[in-house]
T-cell receptor
Framework: DAGITQSPRHKVTETGTPVTLRCHQT?????MYWYRQDPGHGLRLIHY???????DKGEVSDGYSVSRSKTEDFLLTLESATSSQTSVYFC???????????FGQGTRLTVV | TQLLEQSPQFLSIQEGENLTVYCNSS?????LQWYRQEPGEGPVLLVT?????EVKKLKRLTFQFGDARKDSSLHITAAQPGDTGLYLC???????????FGKGTSLLVTP
């Protein structure tokens, strides 16, 4: 299995609080992605990274920010959580374009 | 509007039946991938297709990449209950680094 770990695995937080999700990899892969998964929507891309300090927005980036200060860690921050951000969040990594993406186990976030 | 449109969104069939899932776009892709996801887990790659017109087979699963590299299909022959899951297509555009997914097809195969 690819070495990718998401933390925390579950979190309940209150509306308006900041939340940071962590994705850690031991594969030294260049590309890292954050997705959210909601019923009927498949996986929607939030942000992605193509190198240290190189990030870009995906299709649903509003309300989210990311940082990648080193190859192995990709952080997703909800600056002020809202109930619409209740979802399952997946991190993915891959070493090159057009190749397999490996996914973490997911983080279930509930905003109350 | 999603970059990749999958159909059908839900499919419930009986064991032994055949089925086809479609993944369509108006954009050209350098490659398309198919993933399968089980409840509570992350998606796992089934196949990657990179050449227009390419056909790949994985046991009872047949994958095809359209000639224009804008669409793909997944055909399952003689479905089994173990095929139950969420099937997702994903694509790399010719430029950029994003990996975009379709909404998925939820397949239920009953004995």
């Amino acid at each position: 299995d690819a070495g990718i770990t998401q933390s925390p695995r579950h979190k309940v937080t209150e509306t308006g609080t900041p939340v940071t999700l962590r994705c850690h990899q031991t594969e030294n892969h260049r590309y890292m992605y954050w997705y959210r998964q909601d019923p009927g929507h498949g996986l929607r891309l939030i942000h992605y990274s193509y190198g240290v300090k190189d990030t870009d927005k995906g299709e649903v980036s509003d309300g989210y920010s990311v940082s990648r200060s080193k190859t192995e860690d990709f952080l997703l921050t909800l600056e002020s959580a809202t109930s619409s951000q209740t979802s399952v969040y997946f991190c993915a990594i891959r070493g090159a374009l057009n190749t397999e993406a490996f996914f973490g186990q997911g983080t279930r976030l509930t905003v109350v | 509007t999603q970059l990749l449109e999958q159909s059908p969104q839900f499919l419930s069939i009986q064991e032994g039946e055949n089925l086809t899932v479609y993944c369509n776009s108006s954009s050209v892709f350098s490659s398309l991938q198919w993933y399968r996801q089980e409840p509570g887990e992350g998606p796992v790659l089934l196949v990657t297709v990179v050449t227009g017109g390419e056909v790949k087979k994985l046991k009872r699963l047949t994958f095809q990449f359209g000639d224009a590299r804008k669409d793909s299909s997944l055909h399952i022959t003689a479905a089994q209950p173990g095929d139950t899951g969420l099937y997702l297509c994903a694509g790399d555009l010719k430029s950029g680094y994003a990996l975009n997914f379709g909404k998925g097809t939820s397949l239920l195969v009953t004995p």
